[in-house]
């Protein structure tokens, strides 16, 4: 199935080619960018070389536009599944793993960085005083990740646009950026006819299976109600988010609303201590949803986490998850 991941990128950017490099050198004629970044307009003055990112979505942004000589450092947990089969396995062996937790100020400044490409809850923090303001005082650059911009609809809510349109943009403003724009402008168009070939082949609204995405938890489930990635992503793939409903991105809510909603599919993001195939048992097992008919007919898939937040993953997520969704009756 990576396999496939790998070649239906690649496809999509053949204008451009797999681990493209960086233009003809756009940026030497005018170094200083100007971009919108969660609203703001954010000037550069220069184009970043020694780029560090945290987490995979938002690093393999940075591989997906062949931007791995920019590129310092990234931090991730070790936890994000098999990165040897994804369609940008070279940057990983190219760009050094700067911390398995998050980013600190002190391993940013040990990588001499030059701009942090980051997002809230993806990097930033008020805990620890990890934000984009204390790293201007030092003198370091960001970008935050558009599919985390604060925007006040909750305490916890994220996003100021549907999940597609932040990765996008964030393709969009990286690739003027760093003088990559056709690159950006080739995947893009890719990602969006991928998506729509998915969406010319869903079921009627009648007839869409509903889904519940399960992230962790036994006591309460983490899961995404209608702001966060996965609500879009069920949505493209041809099914029906059951907690829809639920005004919040990334949330916990009671088994009991899951219970109610009956859905007919489990996705379970795959990534942690836990392993998916120890949540689908969990799940199987649990006797308060035996009559929930995801479990009944053991319709449970599982979806890697870069695949559920922001990533150049998304596309080829909501092919593989349409595909399945299609062989689901829907029940309404």
Known sequence: ????????????????????????????????????????????????????????????????????DRMAGFAMPDDRGDLSRVPWKDGYDKVPWLSKDQLTKENVLDARADLVVAGWNYGFREDGGFTPDALRKLGIPSYVLTESCRNGRTKTSRGIMPPLDALYTDLTNLGRLFGVEKRADALIDGFRKQIADVRAK???????????????????????GRYAAPEQIITEAGGVNVLHDVADSWTTVGWESVV??????????????????????????????????????????????????ESPRNPSAIARLGAYLRTVPGEG
Do not use: W
């Open 202 to 224: 869903a079921p009627e609204d009648a007839d869409r299976p509903s889904v519940f995405l399960y992230d962790s938890g036994q006591d309460t489930p983490f899961t995404s």
């Open 260 to 309: 109610e909603r009956d859905p007919d599919v489990i996705v379970i993001c795959d990534y942690g201590d836990v392993s998916a195939e120890r949540k689908k048992k969990f799940l199987l097992s649990y006797a308060p949803l035996r009559d929930v008919s995801a479990i009944r007919h053991r319709r449970i898939v599982a979806l890697d986490y870069a695949d559920l937040v």
């Open 1 to 68: 199935m990576r396999k496939l991941l790998a070649a239906a990128l690649c496809l999509a950017v053949t204008a451009t080619g797999c681990g493209a490099t960086v233009e003809s050198a756009e940026d030497e004629r005018s170094p200083a960018v100007t971009l919108t970044n969660c609203g703001r307009e954010v000037t550069y003055d220069k184009v970043p070389e020694r780029v560090v990112t945290n987490d995979v979505g938002i690093t393999e942004l940075m591989f997906a536009l062949g931007l791995e």
